[in-house]
T-cell receptor, first 110, second 112 residues
């Protein structure tokens, strides 16, 4: 079993839809959670960073962490074609390394 | 504030050669990590440096090595290149261990 599981998609939604992206993890020692957006042939761009259970909002993005279920989510409101990218969850382990999910490819249709 | 800078952006090397990649972190960041990204394996951790010391290493062969300089700039080296080393190599810098990690645009290495 991978330490971080993420549905690879692809996920296709119409413009304006609410997008829900999810990851599950296995190690309860994980403490820091991040979401990245990666456009083709570019480096990952940090979207959200959180370390506690609950919700964190930044503009159209909301990160949600449920440590009891070992489940993290990223919600995108009013999705735009420019949001089309691969979204990666990343979790910081006690081994001082980020463990990434495999990424979910999102396509927002105009 | 300048972001993470990686050079070169693209490289083509022949099997058996060696290669050195460079990373300049965000000013003030002392932690630099390296990752390999391939379509099949995704993003995999190579190693992490903090204040010139390697703090952690991923499951890669000894052909992969790195170092960090006193100005926090980092280099990674891959010797005796193999076809399977073709990948996007990403560098990330953080202000502290466990802090937000900011990535550069990567170096795309192609081994032929």
């Amino acid at each position: 079993q991978k330490e971080v599981e993420q549905d690879p998609g692809p996920l296709s939604v119409p413009e304006g839809a609410i997008v829900s992206l999810n990851c599950t993890y296995s190690n309860s020692a994980f403490q820091y959670f991040m979401w990245y957006r990666q456009y083709s042939r570019k480096g990952p761009e940090l979207l959200m960073y959180t370390y506690s259970s609950g919700n964190k909002e930044d503009g159209r993005f909301t990160a949600q962490v449920d440590k009891s279920s070992k489940y993290i989510s990223l919600f995108i409101r009013d999705s735009q074609p420019s949001d089309s990218a691969t979204y990666l969850c990343a979790i910081f382990t006690g081994r001082r390394a980020l463990t990434f999910g495999s990424g979910t490819r999102l396509q927002v249709q105009p | 504030k300048a972001g993470v800078t990686q050079t070169p952006r693209y490289l083509i090397k022949t099997r058996g050669q060696q290669v050195t990649l460079s990373c300049s972190p965000i000013s003030g960041h002392r932690s630099v990590s390296w990752y390999q990204q391939t379509p099949g394996q995704g993003l995999q951790f190579l190693f992490e440096y903090f204040s010139e010391t390697q703090r952690n290493k991923g499951n890669f062969p000894g052909r992969f090595s790195g170092r960090q300089f006193s100005n926090s700039r980092s280099e990674m080296n891959v010797s005796t290149l193999e076809l399977g080393d073709s990948a996007l190599y990403l560098c990330a810098s953080s202000p502290k261990e466990g802090g937000e990690a900011f990535f550069g645009q990567g170096t795309r290495l192609t081994v032929v």
